[in-house]
């Protein structure tokens, strides 16, 4: 994208008034909380509820600030001290906190967990006690890594990362595309109109952060269990969207709201293309019952995060 354009992000309040529907949902979702500064989320508050530790003798306090939440690691008479800026992840599964300590990026070595409802180790952060305050505090991240953090957790950032014209979440001209024309001279030619796409197109819209597949090797990445997080891996592997070519995301997600999560609501959708009758017949279990229990199961490939099998189909364990 051009630097022209990236100043004609105009931010959801302007698009308010002549698209009430789409940002009313959209706001209260979790896209539109997939970042936000960590002091206007409960973060702060669900840490301080039980002192953390860890065992080789390292203890972390934090307190509210203006501008944050500081952090204070120790371990016996060493001691240092920042303030943790972002809150990353809506806390639909986990929170973690981002933060600049000496000018570098670090993100921080403790998350919060909602199924279980409890602080604990960052995804992907090293399993060994941390041996200092410095090691606690996380895992130091380049200015390359952070930029993609932003990116996809938010609108209109730009590489370094420059956060000035940044605004916190997935909000309506990530994927839209910068609205200023199109606000002061409504028409679908200055604007991304995103209904209208073919359905692998419109996958790849959202494979931009959910991830499309990475490029074809010996062992298929779908076999691997977590890549059940990357949903667009998943589908693109069903027999329901090779065999169609008309599944998208969209089918079944309204892009401007969560997730729901009563299995009846997708049953129609499986039906529009697995007629009763059809269904009845290829089915031979339970196709008067709802569809994605047995065909898209939960699963929970690292600790504490859950996520539905996308790659619609028969498994095993189910038969
Ligand atoms: C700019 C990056 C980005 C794009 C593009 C994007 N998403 Fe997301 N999406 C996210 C992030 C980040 C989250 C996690 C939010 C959180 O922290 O809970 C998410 C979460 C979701 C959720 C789960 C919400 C819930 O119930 O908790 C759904 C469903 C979803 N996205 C669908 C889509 C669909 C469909 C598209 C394409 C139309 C799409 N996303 C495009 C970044 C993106
Ligand atoms: C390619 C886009 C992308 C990048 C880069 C990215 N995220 Fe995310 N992030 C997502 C999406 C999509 C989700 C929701 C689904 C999921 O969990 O994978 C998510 C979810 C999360 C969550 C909620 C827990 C969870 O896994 O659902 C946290 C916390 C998070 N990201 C933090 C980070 C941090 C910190 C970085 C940088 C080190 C980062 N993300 C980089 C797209 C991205
Ligand atoms: C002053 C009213 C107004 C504002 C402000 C406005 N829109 Fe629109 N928008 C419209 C109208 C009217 C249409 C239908 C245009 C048509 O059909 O010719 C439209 C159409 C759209 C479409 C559908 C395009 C298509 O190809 O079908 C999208 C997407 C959209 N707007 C997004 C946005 C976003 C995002 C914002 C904020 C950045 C925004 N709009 C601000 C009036 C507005
Ligand atoms: C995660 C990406 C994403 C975000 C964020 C997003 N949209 Fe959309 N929007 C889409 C997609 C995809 C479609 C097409 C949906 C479909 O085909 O069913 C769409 C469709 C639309 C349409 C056309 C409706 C129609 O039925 O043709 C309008 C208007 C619109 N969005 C406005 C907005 C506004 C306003 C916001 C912010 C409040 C917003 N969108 C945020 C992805 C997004
Ligand atoms: C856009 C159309 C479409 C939608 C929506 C759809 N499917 Fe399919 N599905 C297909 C097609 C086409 C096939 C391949 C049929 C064949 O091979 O003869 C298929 C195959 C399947 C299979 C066999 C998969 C395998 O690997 O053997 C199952 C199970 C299935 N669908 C269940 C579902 C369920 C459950 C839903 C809803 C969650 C759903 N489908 C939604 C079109 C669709
Ligand atoms: C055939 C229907 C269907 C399609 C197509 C579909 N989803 Fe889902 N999605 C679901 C169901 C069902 C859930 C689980 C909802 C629940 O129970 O919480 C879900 C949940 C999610 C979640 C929440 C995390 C998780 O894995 O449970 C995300 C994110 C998501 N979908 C993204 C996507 C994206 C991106 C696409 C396109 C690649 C997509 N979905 C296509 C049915 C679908
Ligand atoms: C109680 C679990 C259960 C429910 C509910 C269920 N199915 Fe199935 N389905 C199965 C099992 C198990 C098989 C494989 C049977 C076999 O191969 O012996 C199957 C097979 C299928 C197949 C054929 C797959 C192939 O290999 O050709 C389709 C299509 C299908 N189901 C669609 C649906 C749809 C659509 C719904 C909802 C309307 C549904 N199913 C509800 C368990 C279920």
Redesign the pocket.
């Known amino acids: 994208m051009v630097a022209l354009l990236w100043l004609a992000f105009v931010g959801p309040e302007t698009c308010r008034p002549c698209h009430p529907a789409q940002y009313s949902s959209q706001y209260a979702s979790h896209h539109a909380r997939a970042l936000r500064p960590i002091g206007e989320t409960p973060v702060g508050d669900l840490l301080r509820e039980k002192a953390l530790a860890e065992r080789s003798g390292i203890e972390f306090g934090y307190a509210p600030e203006p501008a944050g939440l500081s952090v204070r690691i120790k371990r016996g008479q060493r001691e240092i001290s920042t303030l943790l800026e972002w809150a990353f992840g809506a806390g639909a599964q986990a929170v973690t906190p981002v933060g600049r300590y000496r000018g570098r990026w670090y993100e921080h070595r403790i998350s919060w967990y909602e199924a279980p409802r409890q602080a604990a180790r960052t995804i992907g952060h090293p399993a060994d006690p941390s041996a200092t305050p410095e090691q606690a505090l996380g895992l130091p991240q380049s200015a390359e890594t952070i930029f993609r953090c932003f990116h996809c957790h938010a609108t209109g950032v730009r590489e370094g990362p420059d956060l000035s014209a940044m605004r916190p979440g997935v909000t309506c001209e990530r994927c839209h595309g910068p609205g200023s024309d199109h606000a002061a001279q409504p028409s679908r030619t200055n604007i991304r109109g995103l209904s209208r796409l073919p ?1 692998r197109e419109s996958v790849q819209m959202c494979a931009e952060c959910h991830r499309a597949p990475i490029a074809p090797s010996a062992a298929p990445e779908v076999n691997d269990p977590v890549s059940i997080r990357f949903q667009p891996v998943s589908l693109l592997a ?10 998208s995301c969209v ?2 997600h309204d892009p401007h709201q969560d997730a729901r999560h009563d299995p009846s609501f ?2 129609p ?6 007629s009763s009758a059809q ?1 009845t017949k ?2 031979p279990r339970a196709p008067d019952q709802d ?2 229990p ?3 199961e939960r699963r929970s490939p690292l600790p504490f995060l859950t996520f539905t099998d996308h ?4 498994l095993g364990a189910r038969r």
């Not at 069903?238 to 599944?247: E, K, Y």
């Not at 959708?269 to 697995?274: G, S």
């Not at 790659?311 to 028969?314: A, K, Q, S, T």
């Open positions: 359905a069903s027999r329901c969207f090779q065999r169609s070519g008309a599944l089918t079944c997708y049953t959708k499986c039906r529009a293309c697995h269904a290829r089915c569809c994605v047995c065909h898209m790659r619609i189909r028969v």
